[in-house]
Structures are given as C-alpha cells and as structure tokens.
C-alpha cells in the first residue's frame, strides 16, 4: 500500500504562484510514475503532470510553460511549482502514484487532494 497526503493548496489571486506537495509513504519503491491531477467543479478529473522515477515528464497543454512537476526519491516527495496562475486553474489537485505503465499511468493510488482557488 502506499499512502499520498496533499499540502499547500490556497488562494492567490490570478498571476501569482502557489507550490502543490505530496508526501508519499509505504511501498513507494513499487511506483514508477508519479502525478498530479485536477478537478473543477462540473468538470472531469483531468491529468495536470506526470514524472516518471528516470525523471521524465508530462504536462497537460494548458500547463506547460507554467507548471513544473518533480520529484523527491530521498524524501519520498513529489512537488508541482504552478506559476502564471489563472482562474482555469482553481480546482481541486489530487497527487496520484502508479506501479508503471508510463506513460500511460494508470492510477493505482490517490491522495485526498488540496484545494487551489485563483481569483480574477
């Protein structure tokens, strides 16, 4: 099992920067890919960032340029950098673990996710 717990959601107004955390813990050797994923209200859950364990990585079109993902292995970590912030990107942010797969990722664990309001 592995167990992902989100912090550092908030609210900052459009333009500014916010710094998304996930601490991983139990049997985080097992997962090769690691993510971020996002759902707005009325909206389907949607893949933000990915990181594989080599390194590689990614994003979601309307991220890239704006959002970096990475990856901790000593601290069991995974961090998304989101600047440039706009109201689109208000949601709620789930950190999300899988076996392998990539780049595909399929799942396997999630985090109960933190919440990111932009406003205008």
């Known amino acids: 099992q592995v167990q992902l717990v989100e912090s550092g959601g908030g609210s900052v107004q459009a333009g500014g920067s916010l710094r998304l955390s996930c601490t991983a813990s139990?049997?985080?050797?097992?997962?090769?890919?690691m993510g971020w994923f996002r759902q707005a209200p009325g909206k389907e859950r949607e893949r933000v960032a990915t990181?594989?364990?080599?390194?590689?990585?990614t994003y979601a079109d309307s991220v890239k340029g704006r959002f970096t993902i990475s990856k901790d292995n000593a601290e069991n970590t995974l961090d998304l950098d989101m600047n440039s912030l706009k109201p689109e990107d208000t949601a709620m942010y789930y950190c999300?673990?899988?076996?392998?797969?990539?780049?595909?990722?399929?799942?396997?664990?999630w985090g109960k996710g933190t919440l990111v309001t932009i406003s205008s």
């Open positions: 990181i594989r364990s080599d390194g590689s990585t």
């Open positions: 139990g049997y985080t050797y097992s997962m090769d890919c």
């Open positions: 999300a673990a899988s076996r392998g797969g990539w780049p595909a990722c399929s799942m396997d664990y």
